[in-house]
């Protein structure tokens, strides 16, 4: 089987100001809060990126911060596969259980979320470069 690498990672954000300025003050990440229409979603560059805001040296990753509680409270990860559907079943063969339906993320990708066996929330992403 082909490795899926980890491409991003996710932090729960009681106030995404502050995440703002904490991380930009204390890692020179570059910070992005994105609107309504994106969860109110806040990006964290931490390597520099391409214009299509891909990562340009090869093993380190971006993130982001999504609001506390809304999907959980925990960090995650986020696993690139190349085929979302496939991987779905493959999370459920092997005892994982699959969080709501698959989301379109635009000029991302398509992911879901999942638990895996010892209740972690994990994500899923079928990038769209992965296609081209």
């Not at 520099?48 to 090869?58: A, G, I, L, S």
Request: aromatic share 8%; proline share 5%; hydrophobic share 35%.
């Amino acid at each position: 089987m082909k490795s899926s690498p980890v491409t991003h990672f996710e932090m729960p954000a009681e106030d995404n100001k502050r995440a703002k300025e904490f991380y930009e003050s204390t890692f020179g990440w570059k910070m992005q809060q994105l609107g309504e229409e994106m969860g109110n979603y806040l990006l964290a560059q931490t390597a520099e990126t391409d214009n299509k805001n891909m990562v340009k040296t090869p093993g380190v990753i971006n993130g982001g911060f999504f609001k506390k509680g809304e999907y959980g409270t925990s960090p995650h990860v986020v696993i690139a596969v190349e085929n979302l559907e496939d991987h779905m079943k493959l999370v459920k063969q092997h005892g994982g259980k699959i969080q709501g339906n698959p989301q379109d993320i635009p000029e991302i990708g398509k992911f879901v979320m999942f638990l895996d066996t010892e209740g972690n929330r994990v994500c899923m992403l079928q990038p769209l470069q992965m296609n081209s």
